[in-house]
């Protein structure tokens, strides 16, 4: 079975240092992995996706991610963190082949400090 | 383009009474899904619809019903409406062609049930 562990609830920066968002997961195939970003009483916004092509997955906004198969983890990076970056960011990982099912992780709040 | 379009924003219900909810999918998009959003439990998947036929189904009571119209566009309906039903429902669209296909999220429906 598919599933995808966010290993932080709430993360802390200050404004102008990197971000790291820490997602790992489990699966039994090679999986598309995606990360979104909620804002306040907003919808989920896609900001990058891994889908075998490249190891490391460039998105909107600066940020990237990088799947690494030996660790099974797909973390979010930022090398400087933006007060508008204030968000929650949720890790999917999709089902399995032919389910269409996506796994969302539970999130992790991020807070940028002034 | 147009997005993932949901109606409306905001509504409010008493306790016993019924709401449906509305969702305008991105044009050419044939897959549909439902989330609820709630703090407590985060995101939880309600249902999926393709092609008019309900293809995923998660774990809730049959008091939360949907149906996908021959253009794509689906409806949510959620009868004798309980005070835990308060959440921000999501909806979101997909190519659905592949595993790869990432969802795209409307800015939801936020019920509040008195």
């Known amino acids: 079975a598919q599933s995808v562990t966010q290993l932080d609830s709430h993360v802390s920066v200050s404004e102008g240092t990197p971000v790291l968002l820490r997602c790992n997961y489990s699966s039994s195939y090679s999986p598309s992995l995606f990360w979104y970003v909620q804002h306040p009483n907003k919808g989920l916004q896609l900001l990058l996706k891994y889908t075998s092509a490249a190891t490391l997955v460039k998105g909107i906004n600066g940020f990237e991610a990088e799947f690494k198969k030996s660790e099974t983890s797909f973390h979010l990076t930022k090398p400087s963190a933006h007060m508008s970056d204030a968000a929650e960011y949720f890790c999917?990982?999709?089902?399995?082949?032919?389910?269409?099912?996506?796994?969302f992780g539970t999130g992790t709040r991020l807070k940028v400090l002034a | 383009k147009a997005g993932v379009t949901q109606t409306p924003r905001y509504l409010i219900k008493t306790r016993g009474q019924q709401v449906t909810l509305s969702c305008s999918p991105i044009s050419g998009h044939r897959s549909v899904s439902w989330y609820q959003q709630t703090p407590g439990q985060g995101l939880q998947f309600l249902f999926e619809y393709f092609s008019e036929t309900q293809r995923n189904k998660g774990n809730f009571p049959g008091r939360f019903s949907g149906r996908q119209f021959s253009n794509s566009r689906s409806e949510m309906n959620v009868s004798t409406l309980e005070l835990g039903d308060s959440a921000l429902y999501l909806c979101?669209?997909?190519?659905?062609?592949?595993?790869?296909?990432?969802?795209?999220f409307g800015n939801g429906t936020r019920l509040t049930v008195t």
């Open positions: 979101a669209s997909s190519l659905a062609v592949t595993e790869n296909s990432p969802l795209h």
């Open positions: 999917v990982v999709s089902g399995a082949s032919g389910t269409y099912k996506y796994i």
